[in-house]
């Protein structure tokens, strides 16, 4: 399952990317860049939401218990990723990339870490994954 959870993630991380290319391309000219984030952030959320949604089955979750401990590790993946990659790959700034994180600010990015840890979790409940049990056959 561990292996399988991180080759979703991957495909999130791309998705996350063109997502970003998408927002600095298309929707920051059209709308600002503070509305732009706003407008992406909720875009990449859904998209998360909804490849859980489609890949749950493949990950092979056998409880909430696991769906949550997916959820938590897409969340490290992501911080490490956000920071390490965005630090010493791209760049940015320690305080650039804390901005995200402001959401006195307007910036809600932490809600894309909330996707990543409720997704597995929701995806297992609707699809009949219980304390330890699967309920649709698989």
Known sequence: MLLRAVL????????AILNGGLRESWIDPALGEQVSHVVSTLLLSA???AVTWVCSPWLRVRSVRDAWGVGVFWV??????????GHY??????DQLL???????GRIWPLVLLA???????????????N???????
Request: aromatic letters at 12%; proline letters at 2%; hydrophobic letters at 60%.
């Open 8 to 15: 979703v993630w991957l495909l999130l991380l791309v998705l």
């Open 47 to 49: 998209v998360i939401v």
């Open 76 to 85: 490290v993946l992501t911080v490490a990723f956000e920071f390490l990659a």
């Open 89 to 94: 790959l791209f760049g940015h700034r320690w």
């Open 99 to 105: 901005a995200d994180y402001d959401v006195s600010r």
């Open 116 to 130: 990543d840890l409720v997704a597995p979790v929701l995806a297992a409940k609707f699809r009949g994954v219980t």
């Open 132 to 138: 330890g049990a699967r309920n649709d056959g698989c």
